[in-house]
């Protein structure tokens, strides 16, 4: 009888000494919509986690896979779990979702053009005013977000830059991204006359 006890008082102090699970979750406030996304957590201690989006979605697994569809204002909660479900800790996270957005397109070096332009999926943005040296710290910027709402769709597409002299159109080159797996910014490309052009994109706000 002694020993049953002795072996239930050790079971017992085992169990407190294991260490409570932590849900944890580190996203930015707003993550990427139309594209899949590979949720994952900063979580410790557990052997398993549930997650509970606010749009009635539920998971269990360590890595969500998941695409949201639009932009909209959403929570997730994250349950960790530990010691059979005994012990569980849960996290609340509010997040919103939102398509990329070209934000402005930024070109530094010499230009001997009158105007340059951008071509890509989505839209057409031309700037005037274009001859000059431009620098890092003063470079020549093509605004278009917010008055133009151009998205960066998750496929594979290009940019490509023009250039305008003497009334001529002149190709200054082009470069093809999957915006499925870049996701850099700003996407960046050297036109064949040497101008360096960053196309920044934003989330909305």
Do not use: H, Q
Not at 79 to 84: E, F, L, M, P, R
Not at 184 to 201: K, S
């Amino acid at each position: 009888m002694r020993s049953a006890i002795t072996y239930l008082l050790l079971l017992l102090f085992l169990a407190a000494c294991e260490p409570k699970p932590k849900a944890c979750l580190d996203w930015s406030d707003t993550i990427e919509a139309g594209t899949t996304l590979d949720l994952a957590s900063c979580s410790e201690d557990y052997d398993f986690l549930t997650w509970e989006f606010s749009d009635d979605r539920g998971y269990v697994s360590d890595v969500v896979a998941r695409i949201f569809e639009k932009e909209e204002n959403m929570f997730v909660k994250l349950t960790a779990y530990s010691d059979g479900a005994y012990r569980s800790d849960e996290v609340i996270l509010p997040f919103k979702t939102s398509f990329r957005y070209v934000d402005r397109m930024e070109v530094i070096g010499e230009s001997n053009y009158s105007a340059l332009e951008l071509r890509m999926a989505g839209g057409i943005f031309l700037g005037g005013d274009a001859k000059g040296i431009f620098t890092e710290s003063a470079p020549y910027i093509v605004y278009v977000w917010p008055e133009t709402k151009v998205v960066v769709e998750s496929k594979r597409s290009e940019l490509a830059v023009f250039g305008y002299k003497n009334g001529s159109e002149v190709s200054l080159g082009s470069k093809p991204y999957n915006f499925e797996t870049y996701k850099e910014n700003p996407m960046v490309m050297e036109t064949t006359d040497g101008l360096l052009v960053n196309v920044y994109w934003t989330y909305r706000d």
